[in-house]
């Protein structure tokens, strides 16, 4: 019965991406780029700048979070285990050439990203904390019938929020890297989770701006020294990227063949899953920052982008198809450390507190995006309320389904996120300005 339901979720999700998800996000996104031309590109180095100036920006002010602590905490949702599980799941099924789409999503992805945080921005309402309230939830709200969807989508953020996939990969890595007692394991990431997610925003980002400069650092340090060691197999490995993009594959070892469309769809797919491109997730964040600069404030989610899909996401697939992981029978989860683990000693012991820190601020952020979204819906009982389903969900998904369908479920809301803020910010894209006012 059960393999049934999860059965009809994987047509389900398919149907919505192949023919939903995937083609509205690349028109979106190659209609920005046409009528801003190609912002994300001619203003590359400017928005450099702009990140490495909110980097150093100590100033408070009085409403608002501070806008470091807001990019941190929205990266700490897509730079996590999608990066390093997700995207080799995306091999798995659609071949190297996954990653090239992977690719094309995150450039024009990047405008849909920077559209939804501009909207965000000036749409976004002070609440009686000293903060603001943003997103598709309150800019949906302009268009006729937008009540309606701004309540659907509050909804779907809800559950969204409660990133059931990512906790199942903390909790194996750590029952299987230390072989410490299930339930216990599962209730220590609840409670970790519960208790920075329940402070919000601001607390969120300070603990992922910790978290995540170690990770960037030493990542980005050993895969640069494994390519450096295996410098002769980059071309070939890039020549097999594109090739696989435009080409369908017969069965390699675990990897079981696809076709183009295949290839093209789970690497947009993936993409938008782990640089939460148009779900309306990264809108709801910036729209707390302190910032007064819609185009400013948007230009972070471009640069978001960059880090995620053009840096961890790419050395990611590099490292698994430099070492040959990528068709061999190793689980998903294992692929990016076993690959690391061939060069560096000690890789596997310390792997589970790599995982953990990873989907730590990933669940943390996701969390705190879903009780916003649930307060918007249920007033402020759902600080009580919210807290309690999460515990239940996160419990009964350790226990029911597999990993993967896990990441279907995920994937299917994200999916219904998408054309519902995608409608949105096109019915509102006049409204938004591609430009850069410092």
């Not at 339930?183 to 978290?211: D, E, N, T």
């Not at 952020?365 to 819906?377: D, E, H, K, P, T």
Request: with cysteine; aromatic share 14%.
């Amino acid at each position: 019965m059960l393999s049934n339901f999860f059965s009809v979720l994987d047509c389900l999700e398919d149907l919505f991406w192949i023919y939903g998800g995937v083609p509205v996000l690349m028109l979106v996104g190659i209609y920005f780029t046409f009528i801003s031309k190609a912002f994300q590109l001619r203003k590359l180095s400017t928005i450099f700048k702009m990140f490495l100036d909110t980097l150093y920006d100590q100033s408070e002010n009085q409403r608002g979070v501070r806008p470091l602590y807001v990019f941190f905490a929205s990266i700490g949702g897509c730079i996590g285990i999608g990066n390093v599980v997700g995207v080799c799941t995306a091999v798995q099924l659609g071949g190297p050439g996954a990653v090239f789409w992977m690719w094309i999503a995150g450039f024009f992805g990047m405008l849909v990203k920077y559209a939804e945080i501009y909207l965000g921005m000036v749409y976004r309402i002070s609440d009686t904390k000293n903060g603001y309230v943003g997103g598709p939830i309150i800019y949906l709200q302009q268009l006729t019938g937008g009540k309606i969807l701004s309540k659907i989508v509050a909804f779907l953020l809800c559950m969204y929020g409660l990133e059931i996939y990512i906790f199942r990969v903390i909790t194996h890595s750590i029952i299987q890297g230390w072989n410490v007692y299930a339930p216990v394991a599962i209730f220590m990431v609840i409670a970790l989770v519960v208790l920075v997610g329940q402070g919000g925003v601001k607390l969120v980002g300070k603990v992922s701006s910790v978290i995540l400069p170690f990770f960037l650092t030493g990542f980005i340090g050993m895969s640069l020294f494994i390519f450096a060691c295996n410098i002769h197999l980059l071309p070939g490995i890039v020549k097999l990227i594109i090739a696989s993009a435009f080409t369908p594959h017969a069965a390699l070892g675990a990897f079981a063949g696809c076709s183009v469309m295949m290839a093209m769809s789970h690497g947009i797919r993936r993409a938008c899953y782990t640089g939460d491109l148009g779900i309306g997730y990264a809108s709801i964040i910036h729209s707390q920052s302190a910032e007064q600069n819609p185009s400013k404030e948007a230009t972070m989610g471009i640069m978001a982008i960059f880090l995620d899909t053009f840096v961890i996401c790419t050395l990611s697939v590099f490292l698994i198809l430099v070492t040959g992981t990528w068709h061999t029978d190793l689980h998903e989860m294992h692929m990016v450390s076993t690959a690391l683990a061939l060069y560096f000693p000690f890789v596997q012991v310390v792997w589970p507190i790599f995982i953990f820190l990873l989907g730590y601020t990933s669940l943390t952020s996701f969390y705190a995006v879903g009780r916003n979204a649930a307060i918007f819906l249920f007033g402020d009982i759902a600080n009580v309320v919210y807290p309690c389903v999460a515990t239940g969900l996160f419990i009964t998904f350790s226990y029911i389904g597999t990993t993967s369908q896990a990441m279907t479920c995920m994937s299917i809301t994200g999916a219904l996120l998408l054309m519902i803020n995608l409608y949105g910010i096109i019915r509102l894209s006049d409204k938004i300005q591609f430009t850069i006012k410092r």
